[in-house]
């Protein structure tokens, strides 16, 4: 685990700071103002200058960094996530002709599908993270659903056609 230093900058924002496994140093200044710098530097104690990089981050650019390196992570703990047995977890994405644009999502128990969660709707840049059975869906939004791989494939057979159907085991969860 990496020992990570945060600093107050008053009237500035938070240094987080840590040391590489080389001896370097890895700075992100997050700015009140809401940018970022992210920063790269080598100490040396008989006072050589090191190297040292700085980069000016603008908020989205912050995110899409964090998100590059990050994504790995949490790619490979959503894939540890589907080696549970009887737990699959998929994204849906509503088109204009589902049944579910611009329903509300309704609670899937009642639909005959329990032990099937919407664990989050995506709408643009936004999650929306355990939407309330009046959470309004419109076309565009991907909707997070957990369950076993025939509550899934069932519950987004519901959601294409407003038909609750018996699912093959074996068929794909978007199909």
Avoid: C
Avoid at 109 to 122: D, I
């Amino acid at each position: 685990m990496v020992d990570v230093r945060r600093v107050k900058l008053p009237g500035v924002g938070v240094l987080h700071t840590f040391v590489t496994d080389d001896g370097g140093k890895v700075g992100v200044i997050a700015h009140r103002s809401g940018h970022s710098d992210l920063i790269t530097f080598a100490d040396h104690e008989d006072g050589a200058d090191g190297g040292k990089v700085s980069l000016r981050l603008n908020e989205d650019e912050a995110h899409t960094l964090a998100e590059l390196l990050g994504g790995t992570q949490i790619t490979e703990s959503l894939s540890a996530l589907d080696q549970i047995p009887g737990l699959s977890i998929d994204w849906f994405t509503v088109d204009y002709e589902d049944h579910i644009a611009g329903q509300p999502l309704g609670n899937p128990a009642e639909k005959g599908m329990v032990g099937l969660t919407v664990v989050a709707v995506v709408r643009g840049e936004s999650a929306n993270p355990a939407p309330a059975a009046d959470f309004r869906v419109f076309p565009g939004d991907t909707l997070v659903v957990a369950g076993s791989p025939e509550k899934v494939a069932k519950a987004f057979a519901y959601f294409r056609s407003g038909a609750l159907k018996k699912v093959a085991v074996d068929a794909p969860p978007g199909g």
